[in-house]
């Protein structure tokens, strides 16, 4: 091997021990609040209870589609969860087609327990977003998600940030940035507050509904809603 593709490889190596770093401080940093849905795992198919209300929105939140909307969808997710990759898609459609009617909201829910590259995955995407390229650093996560879900994931997360044209050693800081891994915390906890147990969890203007079983139903659900807001 010369010696070009050598220090090549150990700056690779470096990158990704940055970003184990990260995540390792992440999980630190939500370890407090993690013992509740661990000693609430076997329990995932409760309902969640309470009333998302304006007053419980998150400071930063990103969101798409038009602000000013009357109806506002938030989904409580995790990067690494089979069924918020299955509802990936689903959200993409539902948005392109009511874009200027509907304002969705997506809120870091990492499943720590079962799922050990889920915070580092959000960190990732609010890495990104630090750089303006959010929704599509979380579109690739998604899409991507049986692919490093098995393992490498600081990697892929590091190849997805170059793809997108971001600076490395920016997407490499921020990944470990406190006030991003607090972001994530708040929003976790706010979940928590609502007893959430299992993600995707959606609230339409504040309210739990159940999850669509597929785009043709998430449509139905927001035509009747926008039409009780008539």
């Known amino acids: 091997m010369s010696n070009k593709k050598q220090r090549k490889v150990q700056a690779e190596k470096k990158s990704s021990a940055v970003v184990w770093a990260g995540l390792f401080t992440v999980l630190l940093v939500v370890a407090g609040s993690i013992w509740y849905l661990t000693s609430n795992s076997s329990d995932t198919n409760s309902a969640p209870t309470g009333t998302l209300s304006a007053n419980m929105e998150v400071p ?3 969101g798409m589609g038009n602000p000013d909307a009357k109806l506002r969808i938030v989904e409580f997710g995790d990067y690494q969860c089979g069924a918020c990759a299955f509802f990936h898609p ?4 539902v948005m392109e087609e009511y874009y200027d009617e509907v304002y969705f909201v997506w809120h870091h829910f990492p499943l720590v327990n079962s799922h050990q590259f889920a915070v580092m995955a959000a960190s990732a995407a609010e890495a990104a977003g630090r750089q303006g390229k959010f929704w599509e650093m979380h579109d690739l996560i998604m899409s991507n ?6 393992g490498m994931a ?17 997407f490499l800081r921020d990944v470990r940035d406190e006030e991003i891994l607090e972001r994530i915390e708040r929003q976790y906890n706010l979940g928590i507050s609502l007893n959430i147990r299992a993600v995707p969890s959606f609230f339409i203007n504040g309210e739990l509904v159940p999850n669509p079983p597929n785009a043709t139903a998430f449509k139905a659900l927001i035509e009747t809603k926008l039409a009780e807001l008539e």
């Open 60 to 62: 930063g939140e990103w």
């Open 90 to 93: 689903i959200i993409k459609e």
């Open 145 to 150: 998600q049986q692919l490093w879900a098995r």
């Open 154 to 170: 600081s990697s892929a997360f590091l190849s997805y940030a170059r793809q997108l044209g971001l600076d490395d050693e920016q």
